[in-house]
């Protein structure tokens, strides 16, 4: 419960649909940090009500018949603005006002009226209430609200409303804005002395302020529900105003954007390296098309016109500030000057601002998505289009440590083959975008009238300089005889070694050898026939049956 001799403060606050929009929120919450941190919080109660009706404003004097009542909205030289039962914009009659303060704000010992033009108002009301503080002119929303910071700062602080007063102007003063001369003070001598001065019931304590939620355990800060009141630093009453709940079109974007990384992760983890190939291309491809001339023009153009539409746009609002400033009469007429004839009518010159500012938010968007879409246009065409690397080859093919010649070279997964040169070489180009990282050769030759073919593995980054080493795969018998040169007389004993160590053997007494060597059938071999009473002869044999060699006795 709130101590007895504490002061309400009830804030009124009303922004019709259909009027300019006004920072009141702004205000409110200035006003209730600055007296929640003054020394003399304890003293004071804050309530607020928000969209105020006449039925609304009247329920509020009866229920709280508070000491100050602050009002913060719209104001023409007619009276001020509430809201109407639909939301529109509702112009009360000032003496049926004031005479709504006169019955029920007896214990009011003052009114604030932060609104423009509110001077006639505070005029009528000064009949009834002891101070009344209203304004001369159009004010704008940072001056209403430096005002009201200034004003209950040194309400908070202990001072005197004529105190108060000074201070909320020269808060406005402060702030370099040439608007402190608009608020008024309307005083009545006579109810003064009736009510006693409302810095008389604050307290003298110089202690310094608490933290502003000092005195509220986290269990109540955790039970404190919107549009609920609860105690803060002392004896304060705050009022949240109710939270607003999330909006489902905020909510489905959440989703929507969740669901997008999870598919992606899906992808990568269901596809493996090939996904991974394919982002690294695309990536790859988008880097090309942003580099492109045409994407390098867009970005230019870009750039010139977000400067165009901002400056536009800063124009518009500085138009809107001063417009504020205005009555709403002659709104519409002044905007007219300035920009020229408005095409559409029925609207007022706020909206016609905010509609145009509407557009060049779109222009701006529109200008990001359209070099959005052409670069992406330009990286799908780089993607489909892009030639892959190609990797050279270079490699030998070797049987028998001998060069092949004639043997078709093939890339296992890749179309082309490739013929070695008398010396085994050949020379590939292969793409790079295969999808393993080894490549995989057959090498395929003719052999006794049969085709023999021989598969082999290496990396793509190894395979710059390649030799494959084959064994042949037949097996064929050499044989025949040695004799004396001259003589025709068979040798026994001689011994015959084919290169390489393809094979070897000797001749018997009837100077014939027999053995087993690999190769081609009828393929000259190089071999040596040595015997000790013999002089050694280098020659050559072929894989036959029917080899006749002679050898010259040593002198």
């Given at each position: 419960?709130v101590?007895?001799?504490?002061?309400?403060?009830?804030i009124?606050?009303?922004?019709?649909?259909d009027?300019?929009?006004?920072?009141?929120?702004?205000?409110?919450?200035?006003?209730?940090e600055?007296?929640?941190?003054?020394?003399?919080?304890d003293?004071f109660?804050?309530?607020?009500?928000?969209?105020?009706?006449?039925h609304?404003?009247?329920?509020?004097?009866?229920?709280?018949?508070?000491?100050?009542?602050?009002?913060?909205?719209?104001?023409?030289?007619?009276?001020i603005?509430?809201?109407?039962?639909?939301?529109?914009a509702?112009?009360?009659?000032?003496?049926?006002?004031?005479?709504?303060?006169?019955?029920?704000?007896d214990?009011?010992?003052?009114?604030?009226?932060?609104?423009?033009?509110?001077?006639?108002?505070?005029?009528v009301?000064?009949?009834?209430i002891?101070?009344v503080?209203?304004m001369?002119?159009?004010?704008?929303?940072?001056?209403?609200?430096?005002?009201?910071i200034?004003?209950?700062?040194?309400?908070?602080?202990?001072?005197?409303?004529?105190?108060?007063f000074r201070?909320?102007?020269n808060?406005?003063?402060?702030?370099?804005?040439?608007?402190?001369?608009?608020p008024?003070?309307?005083?009545?001598?006579?109810?003064?002395l009736?009510?006693?001065?409302?810095e008389?019931?604050q307290?003298?304590?110089?202690?310094?302020?608490?933290?502003?939620?000092?005195?509220?355990?986290?269990?109540?800060?955790?039970n404190?529900?919107?549009?609920?009141?609860?105690?803060?630093?002392?004896?304060?009453i705050?009022?949240k105003?109710?939270?607003?709940?999330?909006?489902?079109?905020?909510?489905?974007?959440?989703?929507a954007?969740?669901?997008g990384?999870?598919?992606?992760i899906?992808?990568?983890?269901?596809?493996?390296?090939?996904?991974?190939?394919?982002f690294k291309?695309?990536?790859?491809a988008?880097?090309?098309?942003?580099?492109?001339?045409?994407s390098v023009g867009?970005?230019?153009l870009?750039?010139?016109?977000?400067l165009?539409?901002?400056l536009?746009?800063?124009?518009?609002?500085?138009?809107?500030?001063h417009?504020?400033?205005?009555?709403e009469k002659?709104?519409?007429?002044?905007?007219?000057l300035?920009?020229?004839?408005?095409?559409k009518?029925?609207?007022?010159?706020?909206q016609?601002?905010?509609?145009?500012?509407?557009?060049?938010?779109?222009?701006?968007?529109?200008?990001?998505?359209?070099?959005?879409?052409?670069?992406?246009s330009?990286?799908?065409y780089?993607?489909?289009?892009?030639?892959?690397e190609?990797?050279?080859?270079d490699?030998?093919?070797i049987?028998d440590?001998?060069?092949?010649?004639?043997?078709?070279?093939?890339?296992?997964?890749?179309?082309?083959?490739?013929?070695?040169d008398?010396?085994?070489?050949?020379?590939?180009?292969i793409?790079?975008?295969l999808?393993?990282?080894?490549?995989?050769?057959?090498?395929?030759?003719?052999?006794?009238?049969?085709?023999?073919?021989?598969?082999?593995?290496?990396?793509?980054?190894?395979?710059k300089?390649?030799?494959?080493?084959?064994?042949?795969?037949?097996?064929?018998?050499?044989?025949?005889?040695?004799?004396?040169e001259?003589?025709?007389?068979?040798?026994?004993?001689?011994?015959?070694?084919?290169?390489?160590?393809?094979?070897?053997?000797?001749t018997?007494?009837?100077?014939?050898?027999h053995?087993s060597?690999?190769?081609?059938?009828?393929?000259?071999?190089d071999?040596?026939?040595?015997?000790?009473?013999?002089?050694?002869?280098?020659?050559?044999?072929t894989i036959?049956?029917?080899n006749?060699?002679s050898?010259?006795?040593?002198?």
């Amino acid at each position: 419960m709130v101590k007895q001799g504490i002061k309400k403060i009830l804030i009124l606050a009303a922004n019709p649909e259909d009027t300019t929009r006004l920072r009141l929120d702004k205000e409110v919450r200035d006003i209730d940090e600055g007296l929640r941190r003054s020394k003399n919080r304890d003293q004071f109660e804050i309530k607020q009500k928000w969209a105020v009706r006449i039925h609304d404003l009247r329920r509020a004097l009866l229920d709280e018949n508070p000491h100050i009542i602050h009002f913060c909205g719209h104001g023409e030289q007619a009276g001020i603005v509430l809201e109407s039962e639909d939301g529109k914009a509702f112009l009360v009659d000032p003496d049926a006002l004031g005479e709504l303060f006169g019955i029920l704000a007896d214990n009011a010992a003052c009114v604030v009226l932060n609104a423009c033009y509110s001077e006639a108002q505070a005029e009528v009301m000064r009949q009834y209430i002891p101070y009344v503080i209203g304004m001369n002119a159009a004010i704008g929303d940072d001056a209403a609200i430096e005002f009201s910071i200034g004003f209950y700062d040194g309400i908070g602080g202990g001072q005197s409303i004529e105190n108060a007063f000074r201070l909320g102007c020269n808060a406005i003063r402060l702030q370099n804005i040439p608007e402190h001369l608009t608020p008024v003070l309307k005083e009545n001598p006579e109810l003064k002395l009736k009510q006693p001065p409302i810095e008389q019931v604050q307290s003298d304590s110089l202690e310094p302020a608490p933290s502003p939620t000092k005195g509220i355990h986290s269990s109540q800060q955790a039970n404190v529900r919107a549009g609920d009141s609860y105690q803060a630093g002392g004896d304060i009453i705050i009022q949240k105003p109710p939270v607003q709940p999330a909006k489902p079109e905020k909510m489905r974007t959440k989703l929507a954007a969740w669901l997008g990384i999870a598919a992606a992760i899906a992808v990568l983890i269901t596809f493996g390296k090939p996904g991974m190939t394919f982002f690294k291309h695309a990536f790859e491809a988008l880097s090309a098309a942003a580099q492109h001339p045409l994407s390098v023009g867009l970005y230019v153009l870009l750039v010139v016109s977000w400067l165009v539409i901002s400056l536009r746009s800063k124009r518009h609002r500085t138009l809107l500030h001063h417009l504020e400033k205005l009555p709403e009469k002659d709104r519409l007429k002044a905007l007219e000057l300035e920009m020229g004839p408005i095409p559409k009518k029925g609207i007022n010159a706020e909206q016609w601002l905010r509609g145009r500012a509407q557009i060049f938010k779109l222009a701006r968007l529109g200008a990001l998505c359209i070099t959005a879409i052409i670069v992406l246009s330009l990286a799908v065409y780089y993607y489909l289009h892009a030639s892959p690397e190609i990797i050279s080859i270079d490699g030998q093919v070797i049987l028998d440590n001998s060069p092949l010649n004639n043997a078709t070279v093939t890339v296992i997964g890749a179309s082309g083959q490739w013929k070695t040169d008398p010396d085994g070489g050949f020379h590939l180009q292969i793409p790079s975008n295969l999808d393993s990282d080894s490549i995989s050769l057959a090498v395929t030759f003719d052999a006794a009238f049969q085709k023999f073919r021989h598969d082999t593995t290496v990396h793509k980054n190894a395979a710059k300089a390649l030799q494959i080493n084959l064994t042949s795969p037949l097996t064929h018998i050499i044989a025949g005889h040695v004799l004396e040169e001259g003589s025709g007389i068979p040798i026994e004993g001689a011994k015959i070694v084919l290169e390489g160590n393809r094979g070897s053997g000797s001749t018997d007494s009837a100077g014939y050898f027999h053995f087993s060597a690999k190769g081609k059938s009828y393929e000259a071999v190089d071999a040596t026939i040595t015997h000790p009473n013999y002089q050694p002869l280098p020659g050559g044999l072929t894989i036959s049956t029917d080899n006749q060699i002679s050898l010259r006795k040593k002198q």
